[in-house]
């Protein structure tokens, strides 16, 4: 075809069929095309920082493992020493409430023990004989006799507060395993293995142990197992692959958008996410695939459409 037949067939146009813009410059400044190559920016960007911080990582790992490590620890002995706080004033108070009623029945005990209890919480009162005489929340199902306790898959923190019916003990369930990971705290890449342990059980290999507490009756201890360097990359390549894909999804949904609002085709944001307009082409897309208007121009199937390149410059192609 003539360079004057392309360009005179590139100008006509189905009255059905949407509008496109007629060059490369027009195409480039839209505002859907801005915003576009804006997302396409960040996502690059983050990709520049997620291979910086994979190689901070790589040259300073073991420094980096063992400060993740201490502030865990660090977080655990703060935890437990609230806990303990909370547990001794709720044991207290409770013991109050129980000598204040010398000559309550049992169903009065049950009352003042089952008010509210904390998540994995519970309080009880044990007589002196070692019976169960009323208890509340969460069940203990060790002897309480000691500061921390165990089972076989759980750590109990328990205070007591001993009163002439008794002794009223709170405690505490936590999980002896590793938590779930969260975003918002860094050192859960850092740790695959969580045991505490009151001290003679036998280290893993490669663990690290830890003392969070040493108490008149027991002594409390954590075996932490860092991740290897392997597993932090990875970990830090795929939390860059998440957040670039989110960008893309927000942008793809931003120009969408826009052009809705603009009342354009969604072709042409097939045609910014599929890179069809680059090299002095423009697309211009059809909902349903019909005969090419320029029977020697290519296209390219996309999902149920058919894109047509147009020459955006006269000159024929070589």
Known sequence: ?????????????????????????AFFSLPAVRIAGLFLLLAGLV????????????????ARSSMHLEREVARFRKQITADEARLDAEAAHVAGA??????????????IIS???????????????GDLVAWGGE?????GNASY????????????????????????????QPRSRTLLDPDD????????????????????????????????????????KAEIVESTRGDGRDVAAILLAIGALT????????????????AILTGNCRSGYIAAGEVEPRPSPHPDAPYRHCRGRRLWLLAADPQPRR
């Not at 990709?47 to 073991?62: M, P, Q």
């Not at 069940?139 to 002897?143: A, D, I, S, T, W």
């Not at 059980?201 to 075996?223: C, H, N």
Request: charged share 20%; aromatic share 6%.
């Open 189 to 228: 890449d850092w740790i695959t293995g969580i045991v505490f342990h009151a001290g003679p059980l036998r280290q893993e290999p490669g663990s690290r142990r830890f003392l969070i507490e040493a108490g008149p009756d027991a002594t409390l201890r954590v075996d932490l197992t860092p991740s290897s």
């Open 1 to 25: 075809m003539a360079p004057g037949e392309r360009r005179e067939a590139s100008e006509e146009r189905d009255p059905d069929s949407p509008a496109v813009p007629r060059s490369p410059r």
């Open 149 to 176: 306790e165990f089972d076989a898959t759980n750590l109990y923190l328990v205070r007591s507060h001993r009163i002439p019916q008794g002794t009223v003990q709170a405690y505490k369930r936590i999980a002896n």
């Open 139 to 143: 069940n203990l199902p060790v002897p």
């Open 98 to 111: 129980i000598v204040a009623m010398p000559g309550a029945s049992r169903e009065g005990l049950f009352r």
């Open 47 to 62: 990709h520049l920082i997620t291979n910086a911080a994979i190689a901070v990582v790589g040259s300073s790992f073991a």
């Open 255 to 270: 120009i969408l958008a826009l052009l809705s609002r603009a009342g354009r085709p969604t072709s042409l944001l097939l």
């Open 115 to 129: 008010q509210g209890h904390a998540h994995n919480c519970g309080i009880r009162l044990v007589a002196p004989n």
